[in-house]
């Protein structure tokens, strides 16, 4: 089974298996991309290491949470000046590396992370299949790509926990468009200052 309408897949990745458990839907996947590029070089490589099993949650199905077990390569990098000897497979149209969501799964996690902030998100995950703890959604907030700004003529601040009681940022939002500009590690005046004359010298 290549694919199916449920779960796209892209070119090289098969399904061979899926399976019920009690509380998720297992997708075997397993990729037959002849070959790899190594993240250093880089250069691609056909000389197989070894396997290694990735289990990254898909978007869920009819409310049901899916979970990929997603079969990847280890290969050997044979250009030689090159100090990464060994890579996995890499699927950046699909999954990130070390990334414990799909990327479609992230974009979502992400718009309602942003828009119901990461309680509210981490409900309503709930209720859809997407069972992720509220840290999740707030993290996955740091995965944020924002677009790039031409000019903004009004600009605002708000703060957000990163750990209630403990550790707080700052968003910066375009006041016009309720776009997203940027995510401060903290809420010091002197951080907030700082970014907002930094992007009157670039933006503004």
């Known amino acids: 089974m290549p694919t199916t309408p449920l779960l796209p897949l892209p070119d090289g990745l098969e399904i061979i298996a899926v399976s019920m458990t009690e509380k998720e839907l297992q997708v075997r996947v397993t990729s037959h991309r002849v070959s790899s590029i190594c993240p250093q070089c880089p250069k691609p490589s056909r000389s197989i290491h070894s396997y290694y099993r990735r289990k990254p949650l898909e978007l869920p199905c009819a409310g049901q949470t899916v979970r990929l077990e997603l079969s990847v ?73 924002l677009s790039p700004v031409d000019q903004v003529k009004h600009g605002g601040v708000d703060d957000f926990a990163w750990k209630r009681g403990k550790s707080y940022g ?28 930094s992007m009157r010298k670039s933006k503004w």
């Open 73 to 145: 390569k280890k290969c050997f990098c044979r250009e030689k000046t090159c100090p990464q000897k060994i890579f996995p497979e890499r699927l950046p149209e699909f999954v990130e590396p070390s990334s414990r969501l799909t990327s479609r799964l992230r974009t979502i996690v992400q718009a309602m992370a942003g828009a119901f902030h990461a309680k509210g998100g981490a409900r309503l995950g709930a209720q859809l299949g997407i069972r992720l703890s509220r840290m999740t959604y707030l993290r996955s907030l740091l995965r944020f790509s």
């Open 170 to 197: 700052t968003v910066r939002v375009d006041l016009d468009t309720h776009d997203s500009i940027d995510l401060l590690p903290d809420r010091e005046a002197t951080t907030v200052s700082t970014g907002w004359k």
